[in-house]
């Protein structure tokens, strides 16, 4: 999207400056889901972002009052300023965003144990080429019955999509030995969010491997910093 023709005052839209890119959203996700200072790499690894873009938008926001500074040279970290007027309800969002993703995942996790059939497991996956609007769910279950797996798991998502209005596509799978699976099968499983069973990570996200918790993600600074 172009740069608007009429620029509005920062100090009446401060959200235009805060939001107005993903890269943005992902930084101000990072730091208003806690409450610890945070190394500027660490923000750029959890955030899943280039550090030097990272780092512009953290001076963006520093200078806006939102961000906060602590400690100097290279052990300076970052932090969500709380007495920014903008900062309570930017952590009340993110919470609420994280939420609303846990109990979407639940409704599947719920959807899958209320099925009489046999099913292996269950995972949310993440291709590369995303379409919005759709959740791509990934199912392991035996060859027999994985058609049918597949159909009654997406009609009993289906009231929950259209409350959400998302559509929850399946896609079963008999096995997940590396040698098997085809080049597009093998996109779908680089990054998979696991919600019921237990699957083989045979595959890794391009450039580190899965990425599952902030702790993993922490490990992945240190590593890129040391080096």
């Known amino acids: 999207m172009r740069q608007p023709k009429n620029p509005q005052d920062p100090l009446r839209t401060p959200l235009n400056e805060f939001m107005g890119t993903e890269g943005s959203v992902r930084v101000l996700r990072v730091l208003a889901l806690t409450r610890e200072p945070m190394a500027r790499q660490t923000v750029a690894v959890r955030a899943e972002l280039h550090a030097t873009g990272v780092r512009r938008i953290l001076d963006s926001m520093g200078d806006a009052g939102l961000v906060a500074n602590v400690g100097a040279g290279r052990s300076q970290a970052v932090l969500l300023r709380d007495e920014h007027p903008m900062a309570m309800s ?71 999509g259209e409350s959400l209005a998302i559509h929850f596509v399946t896609h079963g799978y008999t096995g997940l030995d590396p040698e098997i699976l085809s080049e597009e099968q093998h996109a779908r499983l680089r990054d998979v969010t696991l919600l019921y069973g237990w699957i083989p990570l045979h595959w890794r996200r391009e450039g580190g491997g899965p990425i599952r918790s902030h702790t993993e993600l922490d490990d992945r600074a240190r590593r890129i910093a040391a080096g």
Do not use: C, Y
Not at 101 to 123: D, G, K, L
Not at 135 to 153: M, Q, R
């Open 90 to 160: 930017l952590r009340q969002l993110f919470r609420e965003e994280r939420e609303a993703f846990e109990r979407i995942m639940a409704a599947v996790r719920n959807a899958v144990t209320a099925m009489s059939q046999p099913v292996e497991a269950v995972w949310l996956e993440n291709p590369k080429k995303r379409t919005p609007g759709i959740a791509d769910i990934g199912v392991l279950a035996p060859p027999a019955v994985v058609d049918s797996v597949t159909d009654k798991l997406e009609e009993l998502l289906s009231p929950l």
